[in-house]
Every structure is written in C-alpha cells, then in structure tokens.
C-alpha cells in the first residue's frame, strides 16, 4: 500500500552543503598516471545538504534549508534551483569571502561514482541559534550531514534536541565524533563503508550490517538505516533488523542515490508511516533516480515514487 501524507505537510529542516557539481562522464575512472577521453562535462546543482533537502521538497515536506554559499554565479543558480522547489531560502547566508562549494563528480559508464568536494562557502556555515531554534520549532525533523563544519553540526543537533525536534543524520563524509554525539540521534541514515568505520566492524552483507547497526544503537542511537546499494538497505530499531532488497535497476548515475533515499524516508516518517515503510519508499525514490544523471536534476517527485514498481518483501534478521 503506498503511504499517505497528512493533510498538513510535515515540516523538515535541513542543515547542509550546497554544491555545484560538475559532472564529468567517463568510461572509467583514470587509474595513476594515465590520461583519458572523457565523454561529457556538466554542471549540476548538488551537495548533500541541498539534494536532500530537494528530496525533502519533491515528496511533498515543506523544507526551510540551513547553508552557506559565495557570492558568485553557482551560488545564485543553487539559490533559484532550490526556491523552484518551493524550499525557504532565507537562512542559506551568502559569504563574500569564498567560493560556492564545488565538487568533481566522476560517473564511469556503470554508473558508479567518484567524488571530490571542495567545501568552500559550506566551512564559513555559522548558525543563529536563535534564528534556527525558531525554525525548529514544530518541525518534524532536523537533517544534516557531515559536509558542513562538525562543530556547527553538533550545535544544531543540540538545539534541535532542546526544541523537541528529531534529528536524522546522515553521517557522510564520515568523521569520528564523541560519545555525546550518538544519543543526540533519532535516525541514522548511512552506506555500508560509512557503517563500517563507525562501528569498526563490516557492514558489506546485510547480516553484517544488521550487526554493524545494531552496535550504533548501543551507544544511544534510536533506529539505523544501512544502505547496500544494489542490495537494498538494513533498518534496525527497537524491534530488531529487517532486510529490504532492492528494485533491479540498470543504473546510469548513482549521484545523490542515497540523498533521495534518505529525503523519501524522511518525509514518510515525518507523515507517521512505520520504518520498514518508509525504507520501502526510499528504495523506490533511489531506484527512479539512479535512471537520470546528475544530482538535483534526478531526484523524482512524490507522483513518480508513488506509481513506481514495489520491492521486494522485507526479510527479518
Ligand atoms: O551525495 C551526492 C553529493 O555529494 C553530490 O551532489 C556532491 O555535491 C557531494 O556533496
């Protein structure tokens, strides 16, 4: 059954990067020392924090965006992309000191990508805490990523606990954080390397990851969400760990796959569905966007997912 939205859509902060991608497309990423003919370059809106914040807005959350870029041409074009999505803007700060972030984005002719992020605007993120408070307040959750400074990350993460608001992270690219990190988070939303660093144990098969997961939650995390890819995902809560496969797609770019995953997930939970329900929507979501190149510009909207092909049924751990 496809889940549905309540009649007033949930609201969701997101607290992230903003970069502008450029898309080289390859038949295989250059080994050292070798030159080679690429096919294409483009330039596409991504960062982590503005595609899951796109994901967010395209399956029906209202979304206000926390996030910093220059005072340059990528950052206006990620400014016009993201009010074309209807997400409030007002927070993102234009620093004139640096550039819009960047990143290189690889995609060999498996689709498989390679990525490269120059952080730029994104390391100057500061937060109101006032400002963001307000914002919080009555939202459904705060998402966040580690593409902004950790230390503005944590903060957030503080003051959305003090405003009763849920956290989902997205702990990606991965850092060690302390121990006061682990029970700040309601959901964690991470791939199977990811998962494999912070729990210093594999995560590559879905038993592993259900194990990896589970080690999360020890340390006060509320429910894990470990993404395989092609193998689908692992969600462990309170109740135990499920294995979701996957839809078999033929990808063209994996680029901002999990993004929309965890933008899907988010808004389902956000609306009251279960987790192993709102896990079945993310695979949908990454499964329609894996088709399209390109970060922003792939990521369906709720209409999509919701006529698309349903996976497979869950298996308990
Ligand atoms: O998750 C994909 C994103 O990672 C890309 O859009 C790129 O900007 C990097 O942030």
């Given at each position: 059954m496809n889940p549905k939205l309540p009649l007033v859509p949930p609201r969701i902060v997101v607290l992230g990067s903003l970069n502008m991608d450029l898309v080289l497309r390859v038949p295989h990423a250059p080994v050292a020392g070798e030159t080679l003919q690429g096919h294409s370059i483009h330039r596409m809106p991504g960062g982590k924090g503005g595609n899951q914040a796109v994901s967010c807005a395209r399956q029906g959350a209202r979304v206000g965006l926390v996030g910093c870029v220059g005072a340059d041409e990528y950052g206006e074009a990620l400014r016009q992309g993201l009010l074309q999505d209807g997400i409030d803007i007002a927070a993102i700060r234009t620093d004139a000191d640096a550039p819009t972030g960047t990143a290189l984005v690889m995609v060999e002719d498996t689709g498989q990508n390679r990525i490269v992020v120059i952080a730029g605007a994104n390391a100057r993120l500061e937060i109101d805490e006032a400002a963001l408070a307000a914002q919080l307040q009555g939202a459904a959750f705060l998402v966040t990523q580690f593409e902004s400074p950790l230390p503005q990350v944590a903060h957030a993460m503080r003051i959305a606990r003090r405003t009763g608001c849920k956290v989902m992270l997205n702990p990606s690219p991965v850092q060690s954080v302390d121990d006061a990190f682990w029970p700040m988070i309601d959901t964690l939303v991470l791939n199977e390397r990811e998962a494999e660093m912070l729990a210093g144990q594999p995560a590559d098969s879905p038993h592993a990851a259900a194990t990896a997961g589970r080690a999360l939650r020890v340390r006060g995390v509320e429910r894990v969400v470990v993404t395989l890819g092609a193998r689908g995902a692992v969600a462990i809560d309170a109740a135990?760990?499920?294995?979701?496969?996957?839809?078999?797609?033929?990808?063209?770019?994996?680029?901002?796959?999990?993004?929309?995953?965890?933008?899907?997930?988010?808004?389902?939970?956000?609306?009251?569905?279960?987790?192993?329900?709102?896990?079945?929507?993310?695979?949908?979501?990454?499964?329609?966007?894996?088709?399209?190149?390109?970060?922003?510009?792939?990521?369906?909207?709720?209409?999509?997912?919701?006529?698309?092909?349903?996976?497979?049924?869950w298996i308990s751990l």
């Open positions: 135990g760990a499920r294995h979701h496969p996957a839809l078999r797609i033929q990808a063209v770019d994996t680029t901002a796959a999990g993004d929309t995953f965890l933008g899907a997930l988010a808004v389902s939970l956000a609306g009251g569905d279960a987790l192993d329900d709102a896990v079945r929507l993310g695979i949908r979501a990454a499964a329609l966007c894996i088709t399209q190149p390109g970060a922003q510009p792939s990521i369906p909207r709720r209409d999509a997912v919701l006529q698309s092909a349903l996976p497979p049924d």
